[in-house]
């Protein structure tokens, strides 16, 4: 059996792939394309989301204490890498990557228009680990769409997965 002394984390790949949306104060929103979520609870409906404390993510979370999980579909993949890519600091990667986005009804951060999946979220708490932020938060509105998710179940193809690195399967 090999040791991994690095990289562990791969052995818990593939992710699914989101598209994390957050807004400032100011009301300045931003994307990131993200894979380090995980359910922490059903009742209440929790969840954990990592983001490295660098982003210009972590920063508009840590103002507002929100943030939403869009699932894009399989056809969102240059959108997916536009908006991993770059520094929202620098750039309105909505408008770059030619997304519109809609309200939600519990968070001021927006949804965005094709994605099959959405998770309004509302942080409890956040601790840091190592390099990354670590937000739990309360799910508070969670919308699929059910051309996509057949009993609880994503279909064939329709939700990117990370496989690590630059790779991105269709599960």
């Known amino acids: 059996m090999k040791r991994l002394e690095h990289n562990f984390y791969r052995l818990l790949h593939p992710k699914v792939v989101f598209l994390l949306t957050s807004?400032?104060?100011?009301?300045?929103?931003?994307?990131?394309?993200?894979a380090w979520a995980t359910p922490?609870?059903?009742e209440p409906p929790m969840v954990i989301v990592c983001v490295a404390k660098e982003h210009y993510t972590a920063e508009l979370i840590l103002e507002t204490s929100e943030f939403v999980i869009n699932i894009p579909n399989k056809n969102m993949e240059k959108i997916i890498w536009i908006c991993g890519s770059k520094s929202g600091?620098?750039?309105d990667k909505f408008k770059?990557?030619?997304l519109r986005?809609?309200?939600?009804?519990?968070?001021?951060?927006?949804l965005i228009e094709g994605c099959i999946g959405y998770l309004e979220c509302k942080v409890e708490k956040f601790?840091?680990?190592g390099e990354c932020y670590a937000?739990?938060?309360?799910?508070k509105n969670c919308m699929v769409d059910e051309r996509y998710f057949v009993r609880n179940l994503?279909?064939?193809?329709?939700?990117?997965?990370?496989l690590g690195g630059n790779k991105i399967v269709y599960f």
Do not use: Q, Y
């Open 89 to 91: 600091r620098n750039v």
């Open 23 to 34: 807004v400032g104060k100011d009301g300045r929103a931003n994307v990131m394309s993200c």
């Open 135 to 139: 937000f739990l938060a309360h799910v």
């Open 127 to 129: 601790i840091e680990t």
């Open 154 to 162: 994503w279909i064939n193809d329709s939700v990117p997965m990370h």
């Open 40 to 42: 922490a609870s059903e």
């Open 101 to 110: 986005t809609f309200k939600g009804k519990n968070t001021e951060a927006p």
């Open 96 to 98: 770059e990557a030619g």
